[in-house]
């Protein structure tokens, strides 16, 4: 033994002795991760977060927090002698004068959007596959906290250079608070500490920016994956996975090495990013001046959805009651439009639980067309956010694709009613038709293109039974039947409480079941079969049934 | 460059810059006057070229004596400039009948496009076509060119001049292509072309017009910080972000997880 070696070993005794660490490492070392390139984007967004306070901390060391109006001297040149805050000066310096400052803010920026974009393909991933089911419904809700206050870090750092650009964002924000009712103005002066823009917004954005969000972010980024951890992964459907196992690589030292490695490739990637790439040239912007808006004023993507929902709006639909101004044109698509996508995330999971009536513990996911009417809604959800987005971005519509920017308007109006209802009918047919061809091929087997003639004259194809692995993919799922409505009148004819309720349930659950394909049962296979059996001219071996020869069967 | 860069932040750089412009703009003008295009062309026979260039190319839309008509303006008064501008730009004569004229590549070379403005600039007084001088970016200052151009250009030409949308189909165009020369960009804030207003030497001075050149050309340079990605703000940063970043991500995940069955 080499006296580092002892050392470690000392040092981990004495650790050990004292917390009982060892033990727990030992665990925790054993604990099995399923594998699966979907499960990294949880990952991705993990490691952005993670680049995101390194370069951050970088950014602290030159920026100034302040709206104090001072004369910048020095690089760029379209910038030498004009006047401007203090925070966007030192923004300019930390670019031009500060060894690898505008790599550090481009990073940082970078990474902002890629822990956003990542946030988002994450939660996709988790809706679409059912992994938001018992027991993991509150761990759902602390990833919706996190998408919440990972959109309010974006927007609290975007605005801090004190550029034109982010101040036409905040200039947005003050607009919105002010069409709250009532309390709208005495709101705006609150936040602002006086009229727009003030002198206060900039520090007031930085605490929260580098302190209050990251610490909350952190603080339910470490529930979030507390719960993994204790919820253990789930685990795609396929030969041998239940919801009673765990299929995968201990996490010691296979999915360490692979977790730790992509850390790396996150972070290179950035790297690449931010040093090829310009985002967010501010000193193109200009300091901060409420009198000007350039053309191609949009905000950062993740936000885009709401700037597009505010240029639909017709503007028209503002009201004067007596004295008071209601700013519907404002209200409805910068409160409202937001409202019903939160609210349908963060009741979703319950509501398909109480119409599936489902009270068991999943940890094998769903294929998604094995649920057509939750793939259809989450497209149909998706459809509206991309919709609203293009919207968004309708100015560069136009430029782009020569097209009118009043009749791209309208056309995205009536695709903002028109395209989610559209999408989700189309997701729902796609995914019926999906599990109708699972139910042939378990049924019939591969179609082989090989035509056989038999010695009475008569043609058949060959057709090729499906392996173990390929049959248990396509029979292993569950088909909820609606939920039955107990008579309006119990059996002495008294009418029940709590009725209409009920009947308002089993509507919905009609709404999600009504349509639906249900697995192949046995019988139905061994009846196939026997009817088929002449098929199977080459008797394809079934493969034994197991979870695979490099992997590591766990409990739950 | 970097001794005149010194100099002119003496104090009194501008009072003697300012002096000199005037002296030069003077001296011009006494010895260019009323020729409006450029130097030695104001020649009878160059309007008389130029006549007969318009009647065969421009009069069938703007009218034999060049008065318009309902759709199509006069260009009595335009001055030189305009015409300098709409035809070096390709612009004029007009083609397709688009929401505005747009750029095409010059139907006519540098003299005949004298000739027509001398020609248009013999029916009215209007603005004569700037010199060399007068758009030569190296003379001007891009930070005050910067601040001029956030106030007055960049709410339809987006805050580096990368070009934007307008009502109807129309747009202002993008101010960062090579083939807008600096004349051109002078002679569009003097004439106000298609939806653009005119911004006449009151409302920014021929010195400012000629620092807002310098800011355009100082944009054309390219970002400090790598790719311009367009300069288009923030839809296509994002767009990058998805398609760059989280594409090559999940290209990765994908090969890291392919490596486990
Ligand atoms: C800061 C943002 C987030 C980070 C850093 C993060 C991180 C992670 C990680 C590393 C995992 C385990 C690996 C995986 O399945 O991808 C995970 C699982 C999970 N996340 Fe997130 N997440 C974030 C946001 C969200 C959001 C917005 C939601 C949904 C609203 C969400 C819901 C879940 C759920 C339900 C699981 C368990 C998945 C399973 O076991 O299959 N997370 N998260």
Known sequence: MSTTERAAAGTADYLDQRT???????????????????FLLGEVAL?????????????????????????????????????????FSSTLHMSFDVRGGLLMRQIHHWAALLFMAAIVTHMMRVFFTGAFRKPRELNWLVGIGLLITGLGAGFTGYSLPDDVLSGNGLRITDGVIKSIPIIGSYMSYFVFGGEFPGEDIIPRLFTLHILVVPAIILAMIGLHLMMVVLHKHTQYPGGGRTDKNVVGFPLFPVYVAKAGGFF????????????????????????????????????????????????????VTEYMIGDYTLSLNVLVPAVIIPGILFTFLIVYPFVEARVTKDKREHHVLDRPRNVPVRTGLGVAFLTAFIILALAGSNDLIATHFSLSINEITWVFRILLFVGPWFAFWVTKRICLGLQRKDRELVLHGHETGRIVRFANGEYIEVHRPLDEQERWLRVAYDAPTPLELEPQTDARGVPRKGYKKERRWARLSRFFYEDRIEPVTPSELAAAHAHG???????????ELHAGDTTHEGDR | MKALAARRHHRLAPVVLLLLALLATGGLYALLAPSPASADSASTQDIETGEKLFQANCATCHGPSATGTDDVPSLVGVGAAAVDFQVSSGRMPMQSNGPQAIRKPAQFDAEQTAQLAAYVASLGTGPTVPTDEQVDPALGDPATGAAVFRTNCAMCHNAVGAGGALSEGKFAPSLLEADVTDRQIYEAMQTGPQSMPVFNDANITPEEK???????????????????????????????????????????AVWIGAKSS
């Open chain 1, 20 to 38: 009982g660490l060892g033990k727990a490492v030992k665990e925790f070392a054993r604990k099995t991760f399923p594998d699966h390139w979907s």
């Open chain 1, 47 to 87: 490691y952005s977060f993670v680049i995101l306070i390194l370069s951050g901390f970088f950014l602290t060391m030159f920026f100034v927090p302040s709206m104090a109006l001072i004369e910048h001297h020095g690089a760029p040149a379209t910038m030498d002698g004009v006047l401007m805050s203090e925070a």
């Open chain 1, 264 to 315: 790396f490739v996150v972070f290179g990637v950035l790297a690449l990013m931010g040093g090829t790439m310009a985002i967010n040239n501010v000193w193109n912007y200009g300091p901060y001046d409420p009198s000007p808006v350039s053309a191609g004023a949009q905000p950062d993507w993740y936000m885009l959805f709401l700037e597009g929902s505010l240029r639909l709006m017709p503007g």
């Open chain 1, 533 to 543: 059996s002449h098929d199977e001219l080459e008797g394809a071996k079934a493969p």
């Open chain 2, 210 to 252: 000629r620092d807002v050149i310098a800011y355009i050309e100082e944009q054309r340079d390219g970002s400090a910080g790598g790719l311009s990605l367009g300069s288009l703000g923030p839809v296509s940063e994002g767009l990058w972000a998805w398609v760059v970043g989280l594409g090559l991500l999940i290209g990765a």
